[in-house]
């Protein structure tokens, strides 16, 4: 009785992944719409969708946020990635700035929608403090250029807790408190998960299913398999670890965002 036991509760387990995932598929462009707040009958068409990916460094469009470009790019959507430095913490600027334009074109975006700023007052480095005022000019001024209506980035804890990842999400919150935004654009913080959710790769699909989210995104294998491909074009980054990483992380396979409200901070009414 017990060995039957220890056999169907993984296998029930898998089945159950295999259910959401089937689901996932055809509820995305549901879930797309009711994020964006389209009041249409019909579902929202990914042609709709003008996304920006606001990253820190090269490579972390496909450590942090594969599955989401993936889905949006099967869907056609127009998905632009903004990459606030070069990743010049060890002199490699050049060489990653390349690799970066290799990912991104394994993962569907063209170089003319990928921008990498080389600013001095936005170095590759976890202890210096970015300008918020800089960074939300910079990621405004895209929105503008390029008519975003969804902009996508780091939450408060930046996945890694990369002090670059969490000034892009304060950046992006501040310019939500502003009124600057046009009408129609949505800010999405990809979600930081526990450290034991975030190394249990698929197998964590139950759990970002349940728990509430405004939008998931989710990969099969063949979308794997292009995270993965994007990984790898970051030859400068590949340790150990690095390996590790991609075998192991939930985030080479589902995204889950939270909407960063819009609106004034504290307003007062009188
Ligand atoms: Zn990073």
């Not at 060489?95 to 569907?108: H, K, N, W």
């Not at 001095?120 to 403090?129: R, S, V």
Request: glycine share 4%; with cysteine; net charge positive.
């Amino acid at each position: 009785m017990y060995v039957y036991l220890v056999a169907f509760v993984p296998l029930f387990y898998l089945v159950w992944i295999k259910c959401i995932y089937d689901r996932h598929r055809h509820t995305l462009r549901s879930s797309l719409k009711s994020t964006m707040n389209v009041s249409s009958e019909r579902d929202t068409d990914g042609a709709d969708v003008r996304a920006l990916v606001v990253t820190a460094h090269p490579d972390d469009e496909c450590m942090f946020f594969a599955p989401t470009i993936v889905r949006l790019v099967a869907l056609n959507a127009s998905v632009h990635l903004l990459c606030l430095s070069e990743g010049n913490y060890y002199n490699q600027g050049a060489q990653r700035r390349e690799e970066l334009l290799s990912s991104c074109a394994t993962l569907g975006i063209p170089a003319s929608r990928v921008t990498i700023i080389d600013h001095k007052k936005l170095p590759d480095d976890p202890k210096a403090e970015w300008s918020i005022s800089l960074v939300s000019s910079a990621v405004l001024k895209h929105i503008t250029a390029h008519s975003i209506n969804m902009v996508l980035t780091f939450d408060g804890r930046g996945v890694s807790g990369h002090a670059n990842h969490v000034a892009i999400y304060k950046a992006v919150r501040h310019l939500a408190s502003t009124g600057e935004l046009p009408k129609e654009c949505v800010l999405l913080s990809l979600e930081t998960v526990g450290l034991l959710r975030k190394y249990i790769s698929f197998l964590d699909l139950p759990f970002s299913w349940l728990l509430p989210s405004h939008l998931c995104c989710v990969v099969g294998s063949k979308g794997y398999k292009q995270a993965k491909a994007a990984m790898l074009c970051h030859r400068t980054q590949l340790l150990w670890f690095r390996y590790l990483y991609i075998t192991f992380s939930r985030y080479m396979f589902i995204n889950t965002f939270q909407t960063i409200p819009q609106g004034p901070k504290n307003l007062k009414i009188y």
